[in-house]
């Protein structure tokens, strides 16, 4: 076993020459040379027609109704997950455990199987559906659609960036609250919201960064009409039908980026999480 | 141990002395919400499945384009499980057992292919391996595919599922420390050894997690496969991708009946997981911030 001197600590423990050159080259091979192709085949193109390609109308588009539903998905999974998560922590009730297991379901269920779940349910004729209709709300083949599968599946990133960090509020900081006067209001807001904030930011920041790139549970119940309810990444698969591998690289390329920024203000996030206390062993 | 003891405390506290109106509403929303946007959507897939009665479904799995699918999707986690399990297994002893320069930059590289788009993750295979791609013409040449065939499937779901088994057994080595281990080889066991009877116990229920979270995603992987797979039917369409065929062809009671397969391998794996975290680490689940942020 080669151990390079400088680079790594000396130790006792056999295996790191091994276990990092497995790790380094499938990492290597897997991630970072596919990803590298992809930079490289946008950078071949001249920047102006990078430019055209990724301003695009067609395309800026479905910027807008990636990121706008992503956005307003994990805002409304930072109020209802919030809830959620409290009421798993705080309260006992009939069936709590069930439903804390059925949070994850999002995390396991195949992005197909939601999709045409929700595609179905919330056609004018489904179980959801036949009683939205009357009322004139039309959530299938519309950006409501969109709303509504990124907010199925980014509700488990927010419950479960919550839940630890209010499980290790202390009781007697709202005791203390309470018996200085405060109400339960202000309880919430002076003690537990900002207790909870970093959790929440992340959980709300994982929940985005999944709804933006989210393919699968979205196509199904978008409708996909140009323009109007055609997500990014079906976007891209277009282009590749249409063999216009530029364009799809410029576009992935896009997101690429996205999700680079996503990374590093989650990771940034976490960083503030952990230095606040909130959870976790790390 | 101390934390989940305070965090017990605060919890019973705070029930003794909840509003109970404001509980009773809390509670209502949560379920509420649960309901339209969990429950009913997951309940649907049974629900249509079994619409026009079991004779339907039983034809729809049974169709020889299903248990193709079935067959390639078995395959592909075959392949793309074990070795994200030694990958991870190997990514997390290089990182929590010795301390090296750039170690974060590894651990962030590692959890990349989680913020990518499923089908930016298909796409950059096709760029490499497709007809205009890098390597498409010497491809050609040799007569090899990996696009719109089984490799490229491979690949695509091997870049989805890379960070799994790492990130559930990367904390608890790294919480293990390395006294044992260095005690272990201080009295001559071999690496191999110091890793099978010290550093395994500690963190097998962690790997057997990371592994069936890989197995789930593998399995059910639509984006990056989709992109990958070309759409041959009863030749590259997986599971999810055979779902989607039958969808779009209108046959509802099909696709939901191979829907419900997938259904059960997401209830089985979250019964694992959840029997896992309940007897395997006690205490653990009161400490899932990790956990939680790293999901993908």
């Known amino acids: 076993m080669v151990i390079r001197k400088g680079w790594v600590s000396p130790s006792v423990l056999p295996g790191f020459g091994l276990t990092i050159g497995v790790t380094g080259t499938f990492l290597a091979l897997i991630v970072l040379i596919p990803l590298a192709a992809l ?33 307003l998905a994990a805002a409304i999974n930072g109020v209802f997950g919030l809830v959620i998560a409290w009421s798993l922590v705080r309260y006992r009730f009939p069936g709590r455990r069930l439903v804390d297991a059925i949070i994850d379901l999002p995390f396991a269920l195949p992005t197909a199987v939601s999709g045409i779940a929700l595609a179905t349910v919330f056609a004018p004729q489904g179980w959801l559906g036949h009683w939205l209709a009357p009322l004139g709300i039309r959530v299938a083949y519309s950006w409501v659609g969109v709303l509504v599968a990124l907010t199925l599946i980014g509700l488990p990133f927010v419950v479960r960036s919550v839940q630890p960090a209010l499980m290790e509020i202390e009781a007697s900081l709202e005791e203390a609250a309470e018996s200085l006067g405060a109400t339960p209001w202000m309880v919430f807001r002076r003690v537990i919201l900002p207790a909870v904030l970093p959790a929440l930011a992340t959980g709300f920041a994982l929940a985005l960064a999944r709804g933006i790139g989210e393919y699968g549970s979205v196509i199904f119940i978008a409708g996909n009409l140009p323009l109007r309810t055609e997500i990014t990444p079906l976007l891209i ?27 590093l203000a989650i990771n940034f996030l976490n960083a ?8 976790g062993a790390q | 141990m101390t934390a989940s ?11 003794r002395r909840s509003n109970p109106f404001v509980r009773r509403v809390l509670i209502g929303i949560s379920l509420a919400f649960l309901f339209v946007v969990l429950l009913v959507p997951a309940a649907s897939v049974l629900g249509y499945a079994f619409l026009r009665g079991p004779g339907t479904y039983l034809d729809a799995l049974s169709h020889p384009d299903t248990l193709a699918a079935v067959r390639l ?78 490799p490229g499937i491979v690949l695509a779901t091997l870049f989805v599922t890379f960070p799994y088994v790492a990130r559930e057994v990367l904390p608890v080595m790294e919480m293990q420390g390395r006294d044992a281990e260095e ?86 794996t979250l019964v694992i997981k959840a029997a896992n975290e309940a007897w395997g680490q006690p205490g653990r689940r009161l400490d899932r911030t990790s956990s939680a942020s790293r999901q993908p």
């Open chain 2, 73 to 150: 999707t078995l395959l592909t986690a075959a392949i793309v499980v074990p070795l994200n399990t030694v990958i991870g297994v190997s990514a997390a002893w290089a990182i929590a057992k010795f301390d090296f320069r750039g170690k974060q930059y590894l651990v962030t590289l590692i959890d990349l292919p989680f913020s990518v788009s499923p089908v930016v993750s298909g796409l950059v295979f096709v760029l490499l391996f497709g007809a205009q791609g890098w390597f498409g013409p010497w491809l050609r040449e040799h007569d090899i595919s990996i696009v719109f065939a089984f």
């Open chain 2, 5 to 15: 003891v305070v965090a017990l405390g605060a919890a019973s506290g705070a029930v």
């Open chain 1, 237 to 263: 698969i277009i282009k590749l039908e249409q063999y216009d591998y530029r364009g799809a690289a410029v576009l992935g390329l896009v997101m690429l980026c996205v999700s680079f920024l996503m990374l």
């Open chain 2, 183 to 268: 005690a272990a080889v201080s009295l001559g066991a071999s690496g191999w050894t110091v890793f099978r009877r010290v550093t395994l116990p500690g963190v097998r229920w962690a790997l057997l997690s990371g592994i069936i979270l890989c197995n789930a995603r593998a399995m059910g992987e639509f984006g990056a496969v989709a992109v990958v797979s070309g759409h041959i039917r009863g030749l590259t369409t997986t599971m999810p991708l055979h779902v989607e065929i039958l969808y779009n062809e209108y046959d509802l009671a099909g696709a939901f009946a191979v829907a419900s397969l997938l259904m059960l391998l997401a209830l089985a």
């Open chain 1, 272 to 279: 503030w999480r952990v230095r606040r206390g909130g959870g």
């Open chain 1, 39 to 71: 930079v490289l085949k946008a950078a071949s193109l001249p920047l102006a027609d990078v430019w055209r390609i990724a301003t695009d109308p067609r395309a800026v588009a479905s910027y807008r109704l990636s990121f706008g539903a992503a956005l």
